[in-house]
C-alpha cells in the first residue's frame, strides 16, 4: 500500500489524517456528549476494518510495556488527545490508510462536519521526461511540434510510460552539471542544474510503452533549476516533501525556487547537489548483523546513495521508514545501471581469496610455444583507476590520446610484410616490431636472433607520463613512444564529471584481510586518500606503478555476526571503518496501519512478529544476540499475505521453518536438540504439537543386561524431528504454541 501524504482542510487547519479523525470525534463528543455506546455506534469498527477505533484508557493503562499497542504507539494517548466521556476516558486510534480513512470522511461528512479536499496527495503526480537519446539528439523540438512525447528505442522505462495517465502535467527536463555561474554561492563546488524546456498536459497515452500525445503550453518560455535534479530519462515526482513541492511548483506554477530548502545548517549544500561528497556516506563502511537482516539488500541501497546521491533523494527514500514496493524496483534499477557502467562493482570475500586477485598479480599465457608472464590488475586496482580518471571536474583539450596513436600503430603493422623498423634512441640501431596483441608487443634486435618483448600496459603509463622506466628495456620504450608520436591524430576537446564510485565486499569477515590488503590498508583511511591533505601514495610490488586509493571511491563491506564474532575482525581494519549494526527490523513484519501481518487458517491467526520476537528473546537467553533470525526470513510469507493467498502463505511458513530456521538453529547450538526444543517453545507445549519430540534411551533394550555399557547418563534422552510430510507443518496451532502455548487446543489430533 502507499503512503498517504495527504493534508485535509478542517475547521481552517491542515491536518494529516491521523490528526483529522482525532479532531471530529473531539468535536463530535463535544458538541453530542454521547455516552461510551452511543459513540461505538456512530463509529463502528467497520469504518477502520481491522480494529475498534477506540479503547479505554483504563484497559490501555493494563497493557504490558511490550504489548504490540504500546510498543508501536497505535493510539493518541497524550492528555489534551483523551477523550473524555461521563464515565470513562477513552482513546482513538492513530492507525489510518488511504482506504479507511475514505470510510471516515464519508461518515464525518453525514454527521455534518465540512472536510476540506486533500492538498499533495498521493494521486497528484508529475512527471519530468528527457529527451535527448543518445549525445545531442534533442527530440524537444519534434516533439513540440507533434503534439507529443516519445520514449527511446532501446527499449527502457517501458512500464514507466505506461503509468501516466491522461491529465497527467510533464515537463522536459535537460541535467547536467555546474560549477561557475550559479544564482547562489555554493563555494566552488559543482552543482547539479537542470533545465525545464517545456511544459504540457497528456492528452493519450496510446498504452504502447513509447508514445504520449500532449498539449504542450505555446508560450512556455526555458526555466533553469538548480539542486535538485535527475538524470535518467524518466522522473516520477509526487510533491510529498518540501523539495518536490517546490519543484512543481517552479515548474508549473511560476513560484521562485527557495535555495534555503536545500541549504544544511552549516550553509553548505548536502550531498544532493554536490556528488563529490555524498554528505552522510562514509567512504569505508560495514553492514553487520545477524543473518537473514537485509545486509545485502541495505549494501545495494548504500551503494547507490554513494554513487548517485542525487538520484537517490530523487526516489524519495525515507531511511528511518523503509522502502516502498516501487522505490524498491527503482532503486534496483538504478544499482543495475551503475553496476552495468563499471560505477559499481561486487566481490565476495573467502579464505583462499588474496592480494594478487584483489590488487594485482602475475599471470601465466601461452601464446604459441612462446609461454609469457604478465601483471593483472585486481577488481580494487583496477576500480581506483576508473575512479582516478572522474576524481577531479574538468574540461581538458588533448592533442591525441595513446588509443588513437595504438589504433595507427596497429594498422600500420599489419600492412608491414616484413614488420615495423624503428630506430633506437641513439640512432645507432633500430629493432623491428613482428607481432602485436592486447598485451605484448614482440620484436628483434637488428644483431640477434631471440624474440623480446614489451609491455602494452607499461608503454601506455609511460606514454601518459604515470611510470618511468630506467635501465634495461627503457630505450626500447622510448623509441616505440617517439614512433608513436609521429602520427598525427585530430585535437579533441572533452568534458569529464566528478563521479564517485563503490566497491561492495560482501562477507568481508570472512577473508584474510592482512593477505588481500597488503599495504593498501593505509590507503582506504579517509585521511590518507588521493585528494586530501594527507594522501599516501605506495609502489606496488608487482607492476612497480605509484598507487593511492582516491577520495572519491566508497567502500561498502558486509559481515555476518554469527559466521564470525566483530571482536575477532582484523584490528587495523575495525579502525578504518564505520560499523552500523542490522538487526531483525520488526517493522518489515507490519502493515501500513502499523498492525502485524498473520497468516490466517482454520479460523486461526499466526501473528509473524510475535513469533519472530519470541524465537529471537529465546536465541538471545540461550546462545547471544548476534545469532538472532532476521526478518528476511519470513519475507515471502509477508509477499503471500499482501497477495491475499494464505494457503500460500502457511506453506511459505512451513518452508521457512523447515528449511531454513531448524537448521540455522542446528547449527548454531551444534545440534544440541534440547536448546532447539527450548527455543521452539516445545517444552511447553502438548506433545502433539511439538516439532521435536523427546524420549527417554532404554539401555536395557539396546545392550541387554550387562555392565559393559559403562558409566552413562541415566537421563540421556532421544530427539527426532517430525517428518517432513506430519500435517503439524501446515497446523497453524504448531506455530501459534511458538509464542503462546497456553492458548493451544488441547485435541486428540493424531500426529501427522
Known sequence: MPRDYSKYQFNGQELGKNRLVLEVIKQYVN???????????????????????????????????????????????????????????????????????????KKAKSLGFEIGEPTNSYDDVYWFLGASYGGD?????????????????????????????????????SAYTQTHGLPFDNKGKMSS???????????????????????????????????????????????????????????????????????????????????????????NTILYGPPGTGKTYHSIQAAVKAAEPEMFRAIGIDESLGTTTEQRTELTRLYKELYSSGRIRFVTFHQSY?????????????????????????VFKSLCLDAKEHQIAKTKTIASTFEDKWQVFSEELAEADDGLKIDTLSKKTYFTVTDITNNTIRFDKSNG?????????????????????????QPYYGAVIEYLNKFKTQNDAYKKERKNFVLIIDEINRGNISKIFGELITLIEPSKRLGRSE??????????????????????????????????????????????????????????????????????????????QTLNKRISALYDREHQLGHAFLVPVVKAI???????????LKSCCQNKIIPLLAEYFFEDWQKIRL????????????????????????????????????DLQDYKLIEADSKLWTDPLTYIGIYSAGNLTFSNQDEG
Do not use: C
Open 31 to 105: 458538541a453530542k456528549k454521547p455516552s461510551y455506546s452511543q459513540l461505538l455506534q456512530t463509529f463502528p469498527a467497520q469504518i477502520h476494518g481491522s480494529r475498534e477505533l477506540f479503547l479505554e484508557k483504563l484497559e490501555y493503562d493494563k497493557l504490558p510495556e511490550d504489548a504490540d499497542d504500546k510498543k508501536h504507539n497505535r493510539y493518541f494517548k497524550k492528555a489534551v488527545e483523551v477523550i473524555e466521556l461521563e464515565d470513562r476516558e477513552v482513546l482513538v486510534t492513530n492507525q489510518w490508510g488511504i482506504d479507511n480513512i475514505a470510510r471516515f470522511i
Open 137 to 173: 539528439d534533442d527530440q524537444t523540438e519534434r516533439f513540440l511540434r507533434d503534439g507529443i512525447w516519445q520514449n527511446g528505442t532501446d527499449g527502457k522505462y517501458t512500464d514507466k510510460v505506461k503509468e501516466i495517465r491522461k491529465g497527467d502535467k510533464i515537463a522536459i527536463k
Open 193 to 283: 542544474v537542470m533545465d525545464i524546456k517545456a511544459i504540457g498536459v497528456v492528452t493519450e497515452n496510446l498504452n504502447d510503452g513509447k508514445t504520449l500525445k500532449v498539449d504542450w503550453q505555446t508560450d512556455f518560455k526555458k526555466l533553469t533549476w538548480y539542486i535538485y535534479t535527475y538524470q535518467p530519462r524518466i522522473w516520477k515526482v509526487i510533491p510529498n516533501n518540501k523539495e518536490r513541492k517546490g519543484l512543481v511548483d517552479f515548474t508549473f506554477n511560476g513560484a521562485r525556487q527557495d535555495f534555503s530548502i536545500f541549504l544544511n545548517s552549516d550553509d553548505e549544500f548536502d550531498g544532493l547537489s554536490m556528488p563529490s561528497s555524498s554528505a552522510d556516506s562514509s567512504l
Open 354 to 378: 588474496g592480494y594478487e586477485e584483489f590488487v594485482e598479480g602475475l599471470s601465466a599465457k601461452t601464446e604459441g610455444e612462446q609461454l609469457s608472464y604478465f601483471e593483472k590488475d585486481g
Open 449 to 473: 636472433s631471440s624474440v623480446h618483448s614489451l609491455s602494452v600496459k607499461t608503454l601506455r603509463a609511460v606514454y601518459n607520463g604515470e611510470k618511468e622506466i630506467k635501465g634495461g628495456l
Open 535 to 612: 594522501a599516501i601514495e605506495v609502489t606496488l610490488p608487482y607492476s612497480g606503478d605509484k598507487f593511492s586509493v582516491p577520495d572519491n571511491l566508497y567502500i561498502i563491506g558486509t559481515m555476518n555476526t554469527a559466521d564470525r564474532s566483530l571482536a575477532l575482525m582484523d584490528t587495523a581494519l575495525r579502525r578504518r571503518f564505520d560499523f552500523v549494526e542490522m538487526m531483525p527490523d520488526y517493522d518489515v513484519l507490519h502493515n501500513e496501519e502499523g498492525l502485524s501481518f498473520k497468516v490466517e487458517s482454520d479460523g486461526f491467526e499466526i501473528d509473524l512478529a510475535l513469533l519472530l
Open 642 to 652: 499482501a497477495a491475499g493467498e494464505d494457503e500460500k502463505a502457511l506453506l511459505e
Open 679 to 714: 527455543v521452539l517453545g516445545d517444552n511447553q507445549k502438548p506433545e502433539v504439537y511439538q516439532l521435536i519430540k523427546q524420549s527417554d534411551v532404554d539401555y536395557e533394550v539396546l545392550f541387554g543386561d550387562t555392565e559393559d555399557v559403562g558409566d552413562v547418563d541415566d
